[in-house]
Nanobody, 123 residues
């Protein structure tokens, strides 16, 4: 297993949750990384991305101001801090490694994917 997402669970609307993604040097070294999500009956969508050094981050409009993506390259970890959660944030969240060192919103720019962790937000 090259990427392992964790931290999902059930939370009430307005609450926080922090996702983590364990990577390996082989899959994340010098690479941008991202979070995507897939709600029941919907297509997978972009959530947030971060460049290799962390100096560039991009967010989907739906999560901007509520979610924060970060990484710790020394620990080979990727994080997604989610605040002010809404029921529409309910989905399986996936972490992924990009083809390049840049951040990207496009799914086809990612080569390695984690298995996903379920986030359920109740109203």
């Amino acid at each position: 297993v090259q990427l392992q997402a964790s931290g999902g669970g059930s939370v009430q609307a307005g609450g926080p949750l922090r996702l983590s993604c364990t990577t390996s040097r082989r899959t994340s070294r010098n690479n941008g990384m991202g979070w995507f999500r897939q709600a029941p009956g919907k297509e997978r969508e972009f959530v947030a991305s971060i460049s290799w050094r962390g100096e560039n981050t991009v967010y989907a409009d739906s999560v901007k101001g509520r979610f924060t993506i970060s990484r710790d390259n020394a620990k080979d970890m990727l994080y997604l801090q989610m605040n002010s959660l809404k029921p529409e944030d309910t989905a399986v969240y996936y972490c992924a490694t990009a083809r390049s060192s840049y951040s990207s919103t496009r799914m086809d720019q990612y080569v390695y994917w984690g298995q996903g962790t379920l986030v359920t937000v109740s109203s």
